[in-house]
């Protein structure tokens, strides 16, 4: 091992807290390093969220924008882009059959489309709820009292990244927004007793492994209980078009460290991923990761929703996608979760201490 390295490591084995200098160099390993890391938090993971891999049954029920991040291919100024929008009854029909298939959690995810009401969506919330599933909202920056209201509602969780924890580079990356403004959206969905799902991107041009190490501090400090965290891939009709696609390796680095900072939180081996490297999913659940979001839209609208391009298993059928994700999790030695899957901090986080 490298010295330097080793030296965070052992911290990271005897549980101390790490600081920011020695996620830097978590971060930037390779080779051995890099592997012995990993390790480290698969066996975190095992112990303290067990070996139970949760599956989450994403719906992008509309790709309209109205905002214009740089990174992303559903960005407002897109107009190469066909948009769709769902009807209520093209979203009760795929749930259904995602739930019949055996979902016991699905993601309603959109662009800010502000088309799409808050009633239509506080209505489509009461009908899945009947449906025994635990829902999840992505739906963007919203106020207090609409995120109340879909709380009510009966939605059980809220997946807004904080993308990066880099004020000016957030800012410079999503024209109009703060990242003051997004955690005090993180803060309120926390208030209102919603299990909050954050993440960032790997790779952003202008990001450093400084950025990244506070990424994930900024997440244990937000308390959070569930973490995207995939590699940037540049979109041909995007500002960031000729920037070049974040590394497999470091994403991999990072959920392990994610792991580490945060035993008791759920981490996705993310749809990026595995569009970089076929075998992502594998590696990420070998990396500290316990959740997998296959897409469950339906078949004809998924290449629409093209946040970055050539997105993997854009064309597989719910039931092909079923039996191969719990052939990989089965030969992992791991299991498919059969209920909600819910996170919560407190509890995981006690659970974690007596356990480690
Ligand atoms: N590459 C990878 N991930 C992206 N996202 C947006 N654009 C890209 C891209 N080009 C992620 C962001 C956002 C989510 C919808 O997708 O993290 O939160
Ligand atoms: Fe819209 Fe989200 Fe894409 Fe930004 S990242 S353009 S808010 S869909």
């Not at 990424?215 to 209980?225: A, P, T």
């Not at 081996?269 to 979001?293: C, F, Q, W, Y």
């Not at 993997?312 to 498919?336: K, Q």
Request: charged content about 20%; hydrophobic content about 40%; overall charge negative.
């Amino acid at each position: 091992m490298k010295p330097s390295f080793q030296q965070a490591f052992n911290k990271a084995l005897q549980q101390e807290e790490l600081t920011q200098e020695d996620l830097v160099l978590l971060l930037q390993a390779q080779g051995e390093d890099a592997q012995a890391l990993r390790n480290l938090a698969n066996e975190v993971r095992h112990q303290a969220v067990g070996d139970v891999v949760h599956l989450r049954g994403i719906i992008e029920f509309s790709n309209y924008c109205s905002q214009q991040c740089h990174y992303c291919g559903l960005r407002a100024g897109n107009t190469a882009l066909g948009r769709y929008r769902l009807t209520q009854e093209e979203i009760m029909t795929v749930a259904e059959a995602a739930v019949r298939r055996g979902y016991k959690t699905l993601v309603l995810q959109s662009g800010e489309d502000m088309n799409f009401s808050v009633e239509a969506i506080t209505e489509l919330v009461q009908e899945l709820k009947k449906m025994d599933v635990a829902i999840t909202l992505s739906c963007g920056e919203r106020s207090y009292q609409v995120y109340e209201q879909w709380r009510l509602a009966g939605a059980d969780r809220y997946l807004i990244k904080q993308e990066t924890s880099d004020p000016i580079l957030f800012s410079r990356l999503r024209p109009g927004r703060t990242l003051d403004e997004r955690l005090e959206c993180q803060r309120y969905l926390k208030d209102l007793g919603y299990q909050l799902g954050s993440g960032c991107m790997v790779g952003l041009p202008g990001q450093t492994i400084a950025t990244l190490a506070q990424d994930i501090l900024l997440m244990r400090e937000m308390q959070v209980n569930m973490s995207g965290i995939g590699p940037f891939i540049p979109h041909g009709q995007t500002p960031l078009k000729m920037a070049s696609r974040g590394s497999v390796e470091l994403t991999l680095n990072m959920l392990a460290a994610a792991r580490l900072v945060m035993p008791w939180v759920h981490l996705p081996a993310t749809t990026a991923l595995s569009t970089l490297n076929p075998e992502g999913r594998k590696l990420a659940l070998l990396s500290g990761a316990n959740v997998i979001m296959p897409n469950v839209s339906p078949q004809e609208f998924r290449s629409l929703y093209q946040i970055y391009p050539d997105k993997y298993c854009i064309n597989d059928p719910l039931d092909d996608h079923w039996e191969e994700l719990h052939n990989l999790i089965h030969s992992l030695g791991r299991t498919v979760g059969t209920d909600y899957g819910h996170n919560y901090f407190e509890e995981a986080f006690s659970y974690v201490q007596s356990k480690i």
